[in-house]
């Protein structure tokens, strides 16, 4: 049977929620949708509809960013119109406890654009959304409603489905360099066993400590060596807290069960170092010369000079706003770091205003006798 008009509030049913019955039928029947149920049904959805018919859909809006639904948003964009798409506030729906949206597409391909509203300024539950979609339905000029091709998306790294973004951004995108052109993604090691592998630096003895290692004719003959690892907010420099333990280059994680130890030539290198999940925007610091990368601390590493410079560009609105645009989740994975458009222009005057706030970062964070560089506490 085929129909006219499909529509649906399909169950929501990812990762570890799945039974392995349900994951080996995804997997099986809707290898390119297989994240969730809701995805699947999407895509069976379309399936059930004639040439030229709707689907309408009530779902989290994960699909319309996230990396694991990439295959989803292009199979939606090459082969149906987005006819229209409203994104609700994050905890708008009372009964999920996921952020959702609800969307319309027809099944075939036009040149048409689609209508979107983006909700997710007003708080104060459905009753709110409802009043300001019935606000924009009623106003062409209302300054949450944009109107925009689905050809735009694939002009983004990952295609997500950002209809708010102005033809500027997309031009940006368009002719720009990613980030990962000019430095390297690092994933770290995972210990397998972090109570055993990691301390906080100020729980051993100093003497045991390597701070400023360098790994060119080291012998690591100290146990605990500095490690990247996720922490609170902060730009520019900090969160050095906690070590691993490094002997005779990583002997004992590596003998042990779960671990793995990944990228190894680039421990010690110069790197950027962010923490993966933030409620805040990006905040991504310098690491010097002496860290071991995990798989908690996400890193990147390049020319010092190309470092300075990203480390500027990630740190500043510009970079928070196209952020907004390709992860609007609270979750910063490498792919959408790299995946931020580049520009060089002005490299020296920049490279010397991120060396300063670096110096002011550092100094700020020296100032608290939990970093292992404090001297005296400022008042005194």
């Not at 999407?42 to 694991?68: A, D, H, K, R």
């Not at 729980?203 to 922490?231: L, Q």
């Not at 645009?325 to 490498?334: C, N």
């Amino acid at each position: 049977m085929k129909y006219d008009v499909v529509v649906t509030n399909p169950p929501f049913i990812g990762g570890k929620g799945q039974s392995g019955n349900i994951s080996e039928f995804l997997k099986k029947n809707y290898s390119n949708t297989k994240s969730d149920t809701f995805s699947a049904f999407i895509e069976q959805c379309v399936y059930l509809c004639t040439n030229n018919g709707y689907v309408g859909m009530f779902t989290p809006y994960v699909w319309m960013f996230i990396q694991s639904y990439e295959k989803l948003r292009r199979m939606i964009c090459e082969y149906n119109d987005i006819i229209t798409l409203i994104q609700f506030e994050y905890s708008a729906f009372e009964e999920a406890t996921v952020p959702v949206c609800t969307f319309v597409l027809r099944n075939g391909k036009s040149s048409v654009n689609g209508e979107y509203l983006r909700l997710v300024d007003f708080r104060g539950g459905m009753e709110v959304q409802r009043v300001k979609t019935i606000e924009a339905i009623s106003s062409t000029n209302c300054d949450y409603r944009y109107t925009t091709s689905s050809a735009n998306y694939a002009k983004i790294p990952g295609m997500p489905i950002s209809y708010w973004a102005s033809e500027n951004i997309y031009k940006i995108f368009d002719i720009a360099k990613p980030l990962s052109e000019y430095t390297q993604p690092k994933q770290g090691t995972s210990t397998g066993d972090n109570s055993l592998f990691l301390r906080l630096w100020y729980e051993v003895s100093v003497d045991d400590i390597s701070f400023f290692h360098d790994i060119n004719g080291c012998s690591f003959n100290k146990k605990w060596y500095p490690a990247t690892k996720d922490g609170d907010y902060r730009k520019y420099y900090g969160n050095n807290d906690y070590i691993i333990d490094w002997q005779y280059d990583g002997q004992r994680i590596a003998n042990h069960t779960s671990s793995a130890i990944r990228n190894k030539k680039a421990n010690f290198l110069e790197a950027l170092t962010w923490t993966g999940i933030s409620s805040k925007t990006l905040g991504i610091r310098y690491n010097p010369r002496g860290f071991v990368f995990t798989i908690s601390g996400k890193s990147i590493i390049g020319r010092p000079d190309i470092l300075l410079y990203s480390l500027g560009l990630l740190c500043s609105t510009v970079a928070e706003y196209l952020l907004q645009i390709t992860s609007p989740t609270m979750s910063f994975e490498v792919g959408y770091i790299c995946g931020v458009p580049v520009i060089i222009n002005n490299k020296g005057l920049v490279t010397k205003i991120v060396e300063d706030n670096i110096s002011n970062s550092r100094e700020n964070w020296d100032s608290f006798e939990t970093s292992w560089d404090f001297k005296r506490h400022p008042l005194v």
